[in-house]
């Protein structure tokens, strides 16, 4: 019994480090794009007349189409055929010059390059100059068939890809995105904290406030982009209309701009007290009085933005940093830095609770459940 516990315990140990490091959803693309190519190369020889000459373009286009996401695999495939139709199309005008030279060569890749730089073309922009130069380089005195072969392959592949991509487990990347959201709050929470011990001990490191500072910026930008790709995983999905995936989608986006509200208030903070506030610059540590209460309330927001106590509690602390702050008036300097303070905090506390009304999409992580833990 004891033995098939500890198997059982680190098959969960396993089955959680391949969820967690994104090793699940990449076998799941390597395995379909594989099966996709596998089928395009299978198809693509049996396709009659000259396009039947030019089978390994095929698994070309089903490698083109397979993305992590079925809109972006559309997307991928109809801008490359756009990039290849119109280098097969300046192949062909730099074919009034004469034969391949350097000539010719030179007015390919020159008109290819000129044209991809239209952002519509998007993936598609680095196909144009280098099917110019096949066309011309390799279609030699068959260009037409050649091209027509070429276009026709990847078009294949492009559909094969994208069917097996819509069939086969289209992916919904919610669960990224989560516990992206749940990484960047552990990052403020941290970073909270650690501004609390700064203020007590009054021992700043700037240096390691910007190397803090750039973790944080750098965290969010990746959870935007995780955030973005799972609102377009949900786009021409056949799983996107399975019930609560709308809601959930929503919840993340309403949880990322709650983050992201609370990130800058964040930066605020550490900008008035490690930066540029009482404790940076040789300027000293604040009075006892405003110090504890300060540090206090800092720990305790970082505690509801890591999801482990309720707002409330927030809201406390910040009262009690308020009755310091009213008790004295003696250092202006002083008084209106903690103020300052109160109002960052207030908006990391208020980002909290109007991320939305259900209690599942405030900022705080979540468990296995779903719920904030």
């Known amino acids: ?28 693309l390597a395995a379909k794009a594989a099966a996709a190519a596998a089928i ?23 490698v083109v189409a397979m993305r992590t996401t079925v ?29 391949p030279g350097i000539i010719a060569v030179a007015l390919a890749v020159g008109l290819g390059v000129l044209v991809s730089g239209f952002r519509v073309l998007g ?14 380089l390799l279609g030699g005195q068959n260009a037409e068939g050649y091209s027509f072969g070429y276009v026709t392959q990847m078009a294949v592949g492009i559909l094969i890809g994208l069917v097996v991509n819509f069939v086969v487990f289209p992916p919904l990347h919610f ?5 992206r959201i749940d990484q960047v709050n552990g990052v403020l929470a941290q970073q909270l904290d650690d501004l609390a011990d700064v203020l007590v001990a009054g021992e700043p490191d700037t240096a390691a406030w910007d ?28 799983r996107g209309a399975l019930r609560g995936s709308r809601a959930r989608l929503q919840s993340d986006g309403a949880r990322f701009r709650a983050v992201e509200r609370a990130a800058w208030y964040t930066t605020d903070l550490t900008e008035l007290v490690a ?30 933005v890591r999801g482990d106590c309720p707002a409330e509690e927030g809201d406390e602390a910040l009262a009690t940093l308020e009755e310091a702050l009213d008790a004295s008036r003696s250092n202006p300097s002083q008084v209106t ?7 960052a905090l207030r908006g990391v506390i208020e980002s909290e609770k109007r991320a939305t009304e259900d209690v599942d999409t405030e900022t705080g992580p979540f468990d296995g459940g779903g719920r904030r833990g």
Request: aromatic content about 10%; overall charge positive.
């Open 71 to 99: 809109f972006a695999g559309i997307r991928a495939g109809v801008q490359t055929l756009v990039g290849i139709v119109l280098g097969v199309l300046i192949a062909g005008v730099t074919m009034f010059v004469g034969d």
């Open 337 to 343: 830095v903690t103020a300052s303070a109160i109002v």
């Open 40 to 62: 395009a190369w299978f198809v693509a020889r049996h396709v009659p007349r000259v396009a039947g000459e030019y089978p390994y373009y095929a698994p070309l286009g089903a």
């Open 211 to 238: 190397r803090q500072q750039a973790r944080l910026d750098k965290a969010i930008a990746d959870v935007r982009d995780r955030v973005a790709t799972a609102q377009e995983s949900r786009r021409m999905n056949p």
């Open 275 to 304: 930066r540029s506030g009482p404790v940076a610059d040789n300027v000293g540590r604040p009075d006892p009085a405003f110090a504890e209460p300060f540090a206090a309330a800092l720990r305790q927001v970082a505690c509801v």
């Open 175 to 179: 669960w990224d995105a989560e516990r």
């Open 1 to 28: 019994m004891a033995r098939a516990e500890r198997i059982t315990g680190a098959g969960r140990r396993i089955w959680r480090w391949s969820r967690d490091s994104g090793t699940q959803p990449r076998l799941l």
């Open 123 to 136: 993936e598609g922009y680095s196909w144009v100059p280098m099917v110019a130069l096949f066309v011309l």
